[in-house]
């Protein structure tokens, strides 16, 4: 049974914006990964829990935000300024393992994995 259970996928068009959220137990580190069709899971965003710091890939930066909920241990990214590359699957991912901090934005420092809402970006 997933641990973790993303919502708010769809269908925009380029320029649009999505918010997804991620349902959650507690966890020190959590994160948004992007897996394209054909391709290589990647990070885009990641945050610790505790201190709220919050680390981006270059690609999304200025265009992506991801923020936390505390009281309900909600993660949450907002897409905004949406473009066709970002069409693909996108999963929400946490541990509490350490790991060291440059590596955050991998997919081997996360443990915990939900099952993926899908983003499409198309004219």
């Known amino acids: 049974q997933a641990q973790l259970v993303e919502s708010g996928g769809g269908s925009v068009q380029p320029g649009e914006s999505l918010r997804l959220s991620c349902a959650a137990s507690k966890y020190y580190y959590m994160g948004w990964f992007h897996q394209a069709p054909g391709k290589e899971r990647e990070g885009v965003a990641a945050m610790t829990t505790g201190g709220g710091v919050s680390y981006y890939a270059d690609s999304v930066k200025g265009r992506f935000t991801i923020s936390q909920d505390k009281a309900t241990n909600t993660l949450f990214l907002q897409m905004s300024s949406l473009k066709p590359e970002d069409t693909g699957t996108y999963y929400c991912?946490?541990?509490?393992?350490?790991?060291?901090?440059?590596?955050?934005?991998?997919?081997?420092?996360?443990?915990?994995w939900g099952q993926g809402t899908q983003v499409t970006v198309s004219s």
């Open positions: 991912a946490a541990t509490s393992r350490p790991f060291l901090i440059k590596d955050i934005l991998r997919p081997q420092s996360f443990d915990v």
